[in-house]
């Protein structure tokens, strides 16, 4: 399933928020992983997650190289 850019950059917002216990309205988009407090198994962790819900299989250093929800929610909607 294609997905857009909206789907995925909502899909980070909600795995960040429950992963912090937090509500989503409160993780900004555009503030980088790092500031979230995720740490290399988490980011891993995450890209597992993102894997199974897009359906293909994404490089683990994705967060690393799009640093924020907005430019990986961008790099992924290209790739799709």
């Given at each position: 399933?294609?997905?857009?850019?909206?789907?995925?950059?909502?899909?980070?917002?909600?795995?960040?928020?429950?992963?912090?216990?937090?509500?989503?309205?409160?993780?900004?988009?555009?503030?980088?992983?790092?500031?979230?407090?995720?740490?290399?198994?988490?980011?891993?962790?995450?890209?597992g997650d993102l894997e199974d819900w897009l359906?293909?299989?994404?490089?683990?250093?994705?967060?690393?190289?799009?640093?924020?929800?907005?430019?990986?929610?961008?790099?992924?909607?290209?790739?799709e």
């Amino acid at each position: 399933m294609r997905r857009n850019k909206e789907e995925i950059r909502d899909w980070l917002i909600a795995y960040i928020a429950d992963l912090l216990g937090i509500s989503k309205v409160d993780v900004d988009p555009t503030l980088e992983f790092e500031r979230f407090g995720l740490d290399s198994a988490a980011a891993t962790s995450m890209t597992g997650d993102l894997e199974d819900w897009l359906g293909y299989a994404a490089d683990p250093t994705l967060p690393y190289d799009f640093p924020t929800i907005n430019t990986l929610a961008g790099e992924l909607a290209l790739r799709e």
